[in-house]
């Protein structure tokens, strides 16, 4: 069956930076276009970056010039690379992945904390 796992969150302090993973199984992962959401404490789940299955990409406005989202097709992995992380960018990071050209349902891992001491 499909499976996401996400992996790199942690504590940092303000400033800092992070860089998440998400491997993906079970797909033919070239065919899937990504993405990264978050959810902050008392908040909705947000969108942060996507990326095309051919590496077109998308980001929130709040993100835009501090996230990266980026993909390795052999690896299976898509990456989020965040820098100058704010205490506001505290929240659980999830991947998602949906089949190019449809409109299913997305595929999710289970999240990974991202937690920014001021």
């Known amino acids: 069956q499909v499976q996401l796992v996400e992996s790199g969150g942690g504590l940092v302090q303000a400033g800092g930076s992070l860089r998440l993973s998400c491997a993906a199984s079970?797909?033919?992962?070239?065919?899937?276009?990504m993405a990264w959401f978050r959810q902050a404490p008392g908040k909705e789940r947000e969108f942060v970056a996507s990326?095309?299955?051919?590496?077109?990409?998308d980001y929130a406005d709040s993100v835009k010039g501090r996230f990266t989202i980026s993909r390795d097709n052999a690896k299976n992995t898509v990456f989020l690379q965040i820098n100058s992380l704010t205490p506001e960018d505290t929240a659980i990071y999830y991947c998602?992945?949906?089949?190019?050209?449809?409109?299913?349902?997305?595929?999710w891992g289970q999240g990974t904390q991202v937690t920014v001491s001021s």
């Open positions: 998602a992945g949906r089949l190019r050209f449809t409109s299913a349902s997305h595929y």
């Open positions: 079970g797909l033919t992962f070239s065919n899937y276009n």
């Open positions: 990326i095309t299955w051919n590496s077109g990409t």
